[in-house]
Nanobody
Framework: QVQVVESGGGFVQAGGSPRLFCAAS????????MVWYRHFPGKHRDLVAR???????NYADSMKGRFTASRDNTKNTVYLQMNSLKPEDTGRYYC???????????????WGQGTQVTVSS
């Protein structure tokens, strides 16, 4: 059984720099790209950052220069360093992991439960 778990959210003051974590665990063959999304209540889910299995990352325009994604493949974990937070960054942050459970299986998406980040002005 594959699990994806996010952590590191909470209440932050504007300008703060929290770090989010996303860990994949369980029995799987390969962990490929991982993607951070942000969900605003009543709205759709927006892509925040994507990081490939090789560590190459790209970001939504509004996050460039403020957020940095990284990963530790030995721990099956990705991180999202968030800097210079603004109240409009408030939302629930989700991690999506592209995983192959065996060499013959197709790539499948696994989602975590999300972690809430609330930025106060």
């Amino acid at each position: 059984q594959v699990q994806v778990v996010e952590s590191g959210g909470g209440f932050v003051q504007a300008g703060g720099s929290p770090r989010l974590f996303c860990a994949a665990s369980g029995n799987f063959f390969g962990l490929l790209h991982m993607v951070w999304y942000r969900h605003f209540p009543g709205k759709h889910r927006d892509l925040v950052a994507r990081i490939s299995c090789g560590g190459r990352s790209n970001y939504a325009d509004s996050m460039k220069g403020r957020f940095t994604a990284s990963r530790d493949n030995t721990k099956n974990t990705v991180y999202l360093q968030m800097n210079s937070l603004k109240p409009e960054d408030t939302g629930r942050y989700y991690c999506n992991a592209a995983i192959k459970t065996s060499p013959r299986d197709r790539l499948a998406d696994y989602w975590g439960q999300g972690t809430q980040v609330t930025v106060s002005s």
